[in-house]
């Protein structure tokens, strides 16, 4: 049973670059939610993506936008990026409007 | 706005002993909770879910919720050194898609 996979594992830009995170979801799911994680801090939820679209936002800016496939995998592109975007982007899956969501390994964002 | 406190301690509990973990929350409403385990460096793992007044054990692992006192607690029973992690609680918001999290605490068990 595949879980959730996230790519790449680290990455490393500069202030004013863009970035794309990728997320496949778990084996039968339907549903992916982004979620950026600082330092010693819970998980802040970014938005969620089903049937192709943007269900629900956070909090977070127009910079922050997102993809759902066909296939239910999805991307998450932020531009313009800035020192405060460093963080732990995590992924999460669930299957239609369940609560129960699983997370993929994230990826780590630092920002120069 | 909906809000989860936890005490980020460290908490600090020898090996073998119950570690007690809490968190309290403001929505009355909430129906659902859950307690992810996240190991350092790593993300969150989804370990407990409790939607019902009172206890919910699972292996060494109870969840207890109090909806009156709006608070939900985490036990682990013959705690291991494999247990030491930070343990965050969540619930739904207001649409059910997010979760809000707490900020979680951070469990050592000392051998």
């Known amino acids: 049973d595949a879980g959730v996979t996230q790519s790449p594992t680290h990455l490393i830009k500069t202030r004013g670059q863009q970035v794309t995170l990728r997320c496949s979801p778990k084996s039968g799911h339907d549903t992916v939610s982004w979620y950026q994680q600082a330092l010693g801090q819970g998980p802040q939820f970014i938005f969620q993506y089903y049937e192709e679209e943007e269900r629900q936002r956070g909090n977070f800016p127009d910079r922050f936008s997102g993809h759902q496939f066909p296939n239910y995998s999805s991307e998450l592109n932020v531009n313009a990026l800035l020192l405060g975007d460093s963080a732990l982007y995590l992924c999460?899956?669930?299957?239609?409007?369940?609560?129960?969501?699983?997370f993929g390994p994230g990826t780590r964002l630092l920002v120069l | 706005q909906k809000e989860v406190e936890q005490n980020s301690g460290p908490l600090s509990v020898p090996e073998g002993a119950i570690a007690s973990l809490n968190c309290t929350y403001s929505?009355?409403?909430?129906?659902?909770f859950f307690w992810y385990r996240q190991y350092s460096g790593k993300s969150p793992e989804l370990i407990m879910s409790?939607?019902s007044n009172g206890d919910k054990e699972d292996g060494r692992f109870t969840a207890q919720l109090n909806k009156a006192s709006q608070y939900v607690s985490l036990l682990i029973r013959d705690s291991q050194p494999s247990d030491s992690a930070t343990y965050l609680c969540a619930f739904p918001g207001d649409s059910n898609y997010q979760l809000i999290w707490g900020a979680g605490t951070k469990l050592i068990i000392k051998p």
């Open positions: 999460a899956s669930s299957l239609g409007g369940s609560e129960t969501q699983y």
């Open positions: 929505d009355r409403v909430s129906q659902s």
């Open positions: 409790i939607y």
